[in-house]
Nanobody
Framework: VQLQAFGGGLVQAGGSLRLSCAAS????????MGWFRQAPGKEREFVAA???????DYADSVKGRFTISRDNAKSTVYLQMNTLKPEDTAVYYC??????????????????WGQGTLVTVSS
């Protein structure tokens, strides 16, 4: 599976952005999809995930502000980010894990990773 993430940019605190991740190469609908992020000087962390059956999970830090969704017809997963905060500043990565057992936050479960897209939230 090849993944390409886009949609990052510079936004003021309180603003919104929508990230997209386009997949190609395998049957997208069979994969669990996740978003992770890595802030400067920090380890990569889980943000949100959606299973092949559209079960969703979120990190506590983004719950209520971010929404993950998928469009299997377009082989694309989205991350709608609202009420952005400066601490959301990071490179955001999408990732794909084969369907089956769904472990949304475990990075080693994800076999495929996109190149990352930078989100910068100014105060």
């Amino acid at each position: 599976v090849q993944l390409q993430a886009f949609g990052g940019g510079l936004v003021q605190a309180g603003g919104s952005l929508r990230l997209s991740c386009a997949a190609s190469g395998r049957t997208f609908s069979n994969y669990n999809m996740g978003w992770f992020r890595q802030a400067p000087g920090k380890e990569r962390e889980f943000v949100a995930a959606i299973s092949w059956s559209s079960v969703t999970d979120y990190a506590d830090s983004v719950k209520g502000r971010f929404t993950i969704s998928r469009d299997n017809a377009k082989s694309t997963v989205y991350l709608q980010m609202n009420t952005l905060k400066p601490e959301d500043t990071a490179v955001y990565y999408c990732a794909a894990a084969p369907g089956g057992r769904y472990s949304p936050s475990l990075q080693y479960k994800y076999n495929y990773w996109g190149q990352g897209t930078l989100v910068t939230v100014s105060s």
